[in-house]
């Protein structure tokens, strides 16, 4: 099996190998915590085992459904925020031709996003795009009562009715959510939408390896199959503690950079349809580990197009970064830079050469930069932009991030923080039960 791999040498400077090692036996242990489910948020530990368990029978159903939107529907908006639309649109963009929204008859409805932000214009634009289009939508809210997709199912639905009549629209909705609790599920049943369950043990930001993830992807025309299998073969390989448990080595590497001083971590991407894969990163690394005051900065960068934006400071700005580098391996298309008899542009060096080949060596020129001025590189090698080798980067991230996580010393499962906004925002907008909120905000911003 060819595999996802990490190389941490670069990082060997900033920190030793004994700084590494030295956090061997807290990796162990919070290998353990999680196998043992004994650690801090252990009733949200079904990820962990996920891929591996997933039935035969669901990814039928998934598949199943993702037939039917595909053959009514032009277009099928998934609905959520957070962990309930990101990881979807990671592994959608990743596989996806860049241009696939301006091609026309490609035999893939598009997927399109919604309730992950609460922008009029956004709405206003996407409902008159789909102004007699046929659509079709996924609802993803595990609590049900998200406000940012509530608002946006509220339009869509009304939109569908209208367009379609109740009885056919709801033919055209499914509903991923909570078993029993939440307005979501109430609203399904009495609707008869189809739905799919979010179980209570994962938690949203761990969840694009259930139906959340998997629905949309597989809309979109990708194998959830060997999404799902790619992901059950990091499971195995990062089950048992070792020298060579690509989870654990990420874990104890950052930790110890942490420990040194480097507070900021980027992701970076040097193929532009990993852009999402960062912000997915993004919250599964800032939800889990950015809690009581401690924790790394996880920010994401596109290269090349970031280093001439973000690149002075990443190279001479204040000393407290470090990087993890995805590289993919090998292009699924050949470009070459055809040569040029004026050679005006001075561009005939490099005539003959792959696109590939430069964008590799602005990667290796950037790395050897970055660690001579200070930042400690961290490579993920990728072999190709394919769903068992994304199951694998999947799996390797949620694990890694358990083990870190508890490393440092937080529950890596909870998100009290993700509340403050909301209840600044129910109550700022009268929410009925938020009274006392309501008069204490009004108080403040008034006074
Ligand atoms: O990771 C998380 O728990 C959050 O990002 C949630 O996924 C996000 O807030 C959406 O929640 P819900 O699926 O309940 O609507």
Known sequence: MRQIQINIKNALGAVTEADINGLDASAANALDKLHTGSGAGNDFLGWLDLPSRTPAGLIDDIQATAVSLRNDCEAVVAIGIGGSYLGAKAVIEALSDSFAAYRNGNGNPQVLFAGQNIGEDYLYELQSYLKGKKFGIIVISKSGTTTEPAIAFRLLKEQLESQLGKAEASKRIVAITDAKRGALRQLATEEGYKTFVIEDSVGGRFSVLSPVGLLPIAVAGYDIKALVQGAADMENAT??????????????????????????????????????????????????????????????????????????????GERTIFETVLSVETQEHEVVIPSDEANLDGLNYIAGKRVDEVNKMAELGTRIAHVDGGVPNLRITIPALKEEYLGQLIYFFEKACGISGYILGVNPFNQPGVEDYKRNMFALLAKPGYEKETESIKSRIEG
């Open 239 to 316: 089950k048992c503690h070792s020298a060579d448990n690509i989870a654990e080595v990420y874990a104890k590497t950052r930790n110890a950079l942490y420990n040194a001083g480097k507070k900021i971590e980027i992701l970076v991407n040097y193929n532009p349809k990993l852009h999402y894969f960062g912000e997915w990163w993004k919250q599964l690394y800032g939800e889990s580990e950015g809690k009581d005051h401690k924790g790394i900065f996880p920010a994401a960068v596109d290269n090349s197009t970031d280093l001439h934006s973000m690149g002075q400071w990443i190279q001479d």
